[in-house]
């Protein structure tokens, strides 16, 4: 592949101010290059921020319809690219290609669900006190919008942010994680040809510490919108605080599954392996611990042993493999870490633990999946965010046991409960302090017409998806018109 990729700004592909470019490996084989791409200045994210101010009005006086006509074009040019732009990102951070072609037809069903948000309706009449007066209200876009994304869904976030934000009337800049941003620049392409008009859409590549830092600071970005660490995550808030920019965060989660002793045990293990060590464990609605009734802990625990034991751990490219290598060194050593630090704080490792070091992966950041008991709620493991195939297996005596431990944690994003207790369920959705909640289901995964957001320290408690991202992506304009 080892092409170089321009950054795409005003409707035309440029080179960084900086003439430099940066170089994205494939975390399964680190020797082979996916490509280079744009090392990218402040002077470059102020062309971009310029371009989309200038492109504003134009865009948000065309008819939302025409915006979403626009959209469903994408749609549709997205679904031919489906195998280039799965590879691309297969290739650039390592999940596997059923995966990847997953996340380009979800970004297809997103962009399809806001083209129709372009005819839906933007207001409401109310009753006023003057039965002369026409009181109503209409929304209206925030202006320029800045999308920072992460790696670990190279395709679906960036879609999920930047569609309801154009068919909304904003303009975009987006700047993508640089692990995967020759994916988000793929899918750049396929805005441009499209046919959205120039500055509307527009990506700038390079470092979060440059071009990251320098679109939350300026002045013209009307909203932030992001998804990443809890630690990019504050600053974003207190720069836009500062400077009264609306800003849209989604950040780490420690999510539980509780296992109750009338539960279908093998659908639970299943569906809790699968939470916790597909995509490599790099969700951040991932399972990561697992609150297990004392009377059916050790057949529970048996079951997952078995799931995790027949994990094929591969190239993602690979059509047998279920885990791909984690996304580069950095994250195989904050998983390293946390495992060395579960031992030492006296968890045992029942499963895993180790990089895999045979031929096929000596040039990778290849883990196997890790599994952990004997693990309390206080340690390292059960209680910051690891984004990488660990599982906490812990022991408790009921239900009430189980949310009290699973709440006690910094996080609220994903919940799961496995029961055939109608009572424990409606139990469990009322006290778990999670934005999104399953029954009888995988933590992992998210409708696209629905909200999604978490509580607590996942979220800045706006929600992203549905009709809920109109809520961000407008504001209420309230009108009242007396005749004279």
């Not at 997205?78 to 590879?87: G, Y």
Request: glycine letters at 8%; aromatic letters at 8%; hydrophobic letters at 40%.
């Amino acid at each position: 592949m080892s092409d170089t990729y321009l950054n795409y700004i005003a409707g035309e592909w440029l080179p960084s101010n900086s003439n430099e470019t940066l170089v994205s490996h494939n975390p399964a084989n680190t020797k082979e290059i996916v490509g280079y791409i744009q090392k990218s200045t402040k002077a470059d994210v102020e062309k971009s921020v310029e371009s989309a101010k200038k492109a504003l009005n134009s865009w948000k006086r065309t008819s939302s319809v025409v915006r979403g006509e626009l959209l469903r074009k994408a749609a549709d040019l997205l679904e031919e690219k489906i195998e280039e732009i799965a590879k691309t990102a297969t290739l650039e951070m390592g999940k596997t290609l059923v995966e990847t072609k997953g996340e380009v037809i979800r970004g297809g069903a997103i962009l399809r669900y806001y083209a129709q948000e372009g005819l839906r309706k933007v207001g409401d009449t109310i009753p006023s006190t003057d039965s002369r007066n026409l009181l109503y209200t209409t929304r209206v876009p925030i202006g320029v919008v800045g999308v920072i994304t992460p790696w670990n869904f190279p395709i679906a976030i960036p879609i999920w942010k930047m569609a309801p934000a154009l068919v909304y009337g904003n303009t975009v800049i987006i700047k993508p994680a640089s692990e995967t941003a020759i994916t988000a620049i793929k899918i750049m392409e396929v805005f441009a040809e499209a046919g959205f008009p120039p500055g509307v859409v527009n990506i700038v590549t390079g470092s979060g510490s440059e071009v990251g830092n320098s679109l939350v600071e300026n002045r013209n970005v009307n909203a932030i919108t992001f998804t990443g660490s809890n630690e990019v995550g504050k600053h974003i808030a207190t720069t836009c605080i500062q400077r009264g920019a609306k800003y849209q965060l989604e950040m780490g989660g420690k999510n539980p599954v509780i296992v109750l002793n009338d539960a279908d045990l093998d659908l639970a293990s299943k569906l809790t392996v699968s939470g916790a060590m597909k995509h490599t464990g790099q969700k951040c609605t991932a399972t990561s611990r697992v609150y297990i009734h004392e009377d059916i802990y050790h057949d529970f625990k048996e079951k997952v042993i078995k799931e995790v034991s027949n994990i094929k751990v591969g190239p993602g490219v690979a059509e047998d493999t279920f885990m791909g290598p984690l996304s580069s060194k950095s994250q195989l050593e904050t998983v390293l870490h946390f495992i060395k630090k579960g031992k030492e704080e006296g968890a045992t490792l029942t499963f895993g633990g180790n990089t895999l070091t045979d031929e096929e992966f000596k040039d990778g950041y290849f883990i196997q999946p890790t599994v952990f008991e004997d693990v309390e709620n206080s340690m390292a493991i059960a209680q910051e965010e690891i984004f990488g195939p660990v599982l906490c297996l812990i022991k408790v005596a009921n239900l009430d046991e189980a949310i009290e431990l699973a709440n006690d944690n910094a996080f609220g994003l994903c919940a799961s409960i496995f029961t055939r207790n109608l009572g424990y369920a409606f139990t469990f959705v009322n006290e778990i302090d999670a934005g999104l909640i399953k029954v009888n289901g995988e933590s992992a995964g998210v409708e696209y017409q629905a909200p999604f957001g978490g509580m607590k320290a996942s979220s800045s408690h706006s929600r992203e998806q549905g009709e809920a991202a109109k809520e961000f992506f407008t504001s209420i304009k309230t009108i009242t018109i007396t005749p004279s």
